[in-house]
């Protein structure tokens, strides 16, 4: 633990040099990045998406790539293709950027179903293929999607397999007056131009997983995780009628892993080698908001996925 808390406030004091405020963002990519899972991300532009992502691969020395995603992308834009050399007189297999450590696909949504369905393979099989071949993705591998919830123009809906495919689901606020400020400051004397002196390896990140695997969870808070979860599938039977008339569908047995890995790397973030209480309620909405389908009539009448998780929540007893 002691060594791991050395990694993580390495990680952090050099995310910090080049991200003011989101301290939320930066916990969903330290969870993500400790137990190897994707993070979907919900913002208007402008944010410092890119640029916490690039952080956080500079923090790791780690590969960085960033995909814009358009209508015309191809999976072969992504995963790679073969190319013929004449000279050799065969065909050599050339990489795409999905091949990194840190991947950001930007504007996922704008991305056709075919393309994303290359970026499905690689998200849950850690692989690609190309021209019948399999190809490992480096480890560690981390996804790191956006999305733009104002203009709907030219995207096509994310599916609700692809969406569960991903971890958690953060959305984004703007930064404070102060935030802001120190921003521009920042911009200004070219901050964001320096090197990061980090030196934590992609070895330590490996360390944090393995250690983040081995922390303890109890069956009494297992059986915390599985109640919630079992609550969003059957609404009508534990919600009020004005609330549980909303939900569609409720999350997949992914959300029980989803939360038992997050709490995980939630105790180790705090320094404590066991999972409390507390650590699954603090991801209640990045693990459920996008797992819980609600209705049209939710939407129309501004109910939010946060609103009904947290009744979901409040119907189960804390251990």
Do not use: W
């Not at 301290?23 to 979907?40: C, E, F, I, Y």
């Not at 696909?105 to 293929?129: C, G, P, V």
């Not at 695997?213 to 609550?231: F, G, K, S, T």
């Not at 939407?299 to 996925?305: I, T």
């Amino acid at each position: 633990m002691e060594r791991a808390g050395r990694i993580l406030e390495t990680i952090v004091r050099s995310y910090s040099t080049k991200v003011v405020g989101q301290s939320g963002l930066r916990t969903s990519l330290l969870v993500a990045l400790m137990t190897g899972g994707h993070v979907l991300l919900e913002s208007v532009p402008g944010l410092a998406k890119t640029t916490a992502a690039e952080a956080i691969a500079d923090a790791v020395q780690a590969k960085f790539q960033r995909i814009q995603c358009t209508p015309d992308l191809l999976p072969s834009d992504i995963v790679g293709t073969q190319v013929y050399d004449p000279g050799a007189r065969a065909f050599f297999t050339q990489l795409g950027p999905i091949h990194a450590n840190f991947v950001l696909l930007d504007e996922i949504n704008r991305a056709s179903a075919k393309t994303q369905s290359a970026m499905l393979e690689a998200m849950q099989e850690r692989q690609t293929s190309i021209g019948g071949e399999i190809h490992e993705l480096p480890r560690p591998f981390l996804v790191l999607a956006t999305q733009n919830p104002i203009e709907q123009e030219g995207t096509y809906h994310l599916p609700e397999a692809q969406l569960d495919r991903f971890l958690i689901k953060d959305v984004l606020g703007y930064p404070s007056i102060a935030d802001e400020a120190e921003i521009v400051r920042r911009v200004g004397a070219g901050v964001y131009d320096d090197e990061s002196n980090a030196h934590v390896t992609l070895d330590d990140v490996n360390y944090l997983q393995q250690l983040t695997r081995r922390v303890y969870l109890d069956p009494a808070v297992l059986n915390y995780i599985v109640q919630a979860v079992y609550v969003t599938r059957h609404a009508s039977q534990y919600l009020p009628e004005s609330l549980a008339r909303y939900v569609e569908y409720g999350a997949s047995p992914r959300a029980s892993i989803a939360f038992a890995s997050a709490a995980r790397a939630l105790a180790v973030l705090n320094g404590r080698d066991h999972v409390i209480p507390d650590d699954v309620k603090a991801f209640r909405h990045h693990v459920l908001r996008h797992r819980m389908i609600l209705n049209f009539e939710a939407d129309a009448d501004g109910v939010s996925p946060e609103t009904v998780i947290d009744a979901c929540f409040a119907t189960v007893r804390v251990p």
